[in-house]
């Protein structure tokens, strides 16, 4: 019983920027983790970045490091995404997740099956 909305999306010059949003409701109570996932056409959906609801601790693929930031507004229970110096590869449909059991392994987080719930997606499209 819990929803993810993204929002955010749209068409961006390479070089520039988006903050992509992700809005949980319903039983969001004791949430453990909320990721993003993209996926590009013809491709697998990819990793990009979590972050822990309590304590912050954020993780990241090693092509998002630099240029994306993940973040959370307990009050609104909202995750972000700052993506900044966006390239052309980026264009995907951008997927947030939530997670609400505890894990136990090191990278559990980038799988995707370890996930919950999902969000519909949001359209990122980076023009040369």
């Known amino acids: 019983q819990v929803q993810l909305v993204e929002s955010g999306g749209g068409l961006v010059q390479a070089g520039g920027s988006l903050r992509l949003s992700c809005a949980a409701s319903g039983r969001t109570f004791s949430m453990y983790v909320m990721a993003w996932f993209r996926q590009a056409p013809g491709q697998e959906r990819e990793f990009v970045a979590a972050i822990r609801w309590s304590g912050g601790n954020t993780y990241y693929a090693d092509s998002m490091k630099g240029r994306f930031t993940i973040a959370r507004d307990s009050a609104k229970n909202t995750v972000l995404l700052q993506m900044n110096s966006l390239k052309p590869e980026d264009t995907a449909v951008y997927y947030c997740?939530?997670?609400?059991?505890?894990?136990?392994?090191?990278?559990?987080?980038?799988?995707?099956?370890?996930?919950?719930?999902w969000g519909q997606g949001t359209q990122v499209t980076v023009s040369s």
């Open positions: 997740a939530a997670e609400f059991t505890a894990k136990y392994s090191s990278t559990w987080y980038t799988r995707g099956s370890e996930y919950d719930y």
